[in-house]
């Protein structure tokens, strides 16, 4: 018969035994586990980017858009949509083909001898402002030798992705500067009609290649950079949108806008919260939507026959970057 002393001796054998063979773990079970301090210079996002895209109802960007899977996020949507772009893309030259296209897609609805102009009067005395389409730097051939007095009676094609902050930069040509033998897409990049718009060849050359910055009211500078104005700011964010998904990293928003970059899905993609903060503030004009729907049909004259997808729908741009700061934008493509 085992004595008392021998059971609690091989007692004590058995404890010894299983704390030997434990981990020490001092964490209650219903603790979560610890993470890392957020980066202060990255911007909080909020995940609920589950909303449903559909595929829209009119026939045409129906057509558009038939091989993208909406149902995608991040990267892999973006990618699809890159792909898009590019396959539907009709390079038009520099000249004349820009010109003679924003002599159609940006005329006054009111008056279609008429352009309308970007960033509005020189020195942000208006949001909007139409000018004679014969009266262009391109009709008067002054450039470059034009006065300040003789640039405020002109307008010319205004790069709003500036050339210079491109990273290779944009060229025009192949006589251009800019042009590398060993970038070609530099040049598709310089005369994508997506980034150019008619503006006041004065205020045109105060913007210069300033970055975009935050503000308020009517176009002008701004603390550190350029603010296009509250009537196009929107227009502005989706352009840069297109750009960096059209040519990646060669236009990447950061190098032409003042923001902080944007982490979604564990990605840092280059975009920054300024364009996705514009993109949900300023809403999609019918005058945004008509440039879009020109270009989108091959078959009209000078048209690049792509479209700019966050003019379809701004909601794809929290789709692809998330929507930090709870800057979401209007889901135009929704089961009802």
């Not at 210079?41 to 558009?64: F, G, Q, R, V, W």
């Not at 390079?91 to 924003?102: F, G």
């Not at 792509?306 to 741009?317: S, V």
């Amino acid at each position: 018969m085992i004595s008392l002393k021998k059971h609690l001796l091989l007692f004590a054998i058995i404890c010894i035994t299983l704390l030997g063979c434990s981990t020490k773990d001092d964490t209650p079970i219903n603790s979560k586990p610890e993470t890392e301090s957020p980066d202060p210079s990255t911007p909080a996002i909020d995940h609920n980017y589950t909303d449903i895209i559909t595929s829209p109802s009119s026939s045409n960007l129906k057509e558009y858009y038939n091989k993208i899977d909406f149902s995608k996020r991040g990267q892999v949507l973006k990618k699809q949509l890159h792909d898009l772009l590019e396959e539907t893309h009709q390079h038009l030259n520099y000249t004349p083909q820009v010109w003679e296209a924003l002599k159609i897609t940006d005329i006054n609805p009111k008056n279609p001898e008429e352009i309308i102009q970007i960033y509005g009067w020189p020195e942000g005395k208006h949001q909007y402002d139409y000018q004679k389409k014969t009266q262009s730097i391109f009709n008067r051939n002054t450039y470059p030798n034009a006065s300040d007095q003789e640039r405020k009676a002109l307008w010319e094609r205004e790069h709003v992705f500036a050339k210079s902050n491109a990273f290779p930069r944009l060229a025009t040509s192949k006589t251009d500067s800019y042009y590398d033998n060993n970038n070609p897409i530099g040049l598709i990049a310089g005369t994508d009609i997506h980034s150019l718009r008619p503006i006041n060849g004065y205020w045109n050359n105060v913007r210069s290649n300033l970055k975009f910055a935050d503000g308020s009211g009517n176009s002008g500078k701004v603390t550190g950079g350029w603010y296009p104005g509250d009537e196009w700011k929107g227009d502005v964010a989706r352009m840069m949108m297109y750009m960096h998904v059209r040519y990646g990293n060669q236009c990447v928003a950061s190098k032409n806008g003042i923001g902080r970059n944007t982490v979604f899905m564990g990605e840092i993609d280059g975009m920054i919260d300024l364009y996705l903060k514009w993109n949900a503030e300023d809403p999609v004009s019918d005058f945004e939507r008509y440039r879009n729907e020109y270009h989108g049909n091959k078959n009209n004259s000078f048209s690049q026959g792509n479209r700019n997808p966050f003019i379809d729908n701004p909601y794809l741009a929290n789709a692809i970057w998330g929507m930090h700061h709870s800057y979401k934008a209007e889901n135009n493509w929704t089961y009802e």
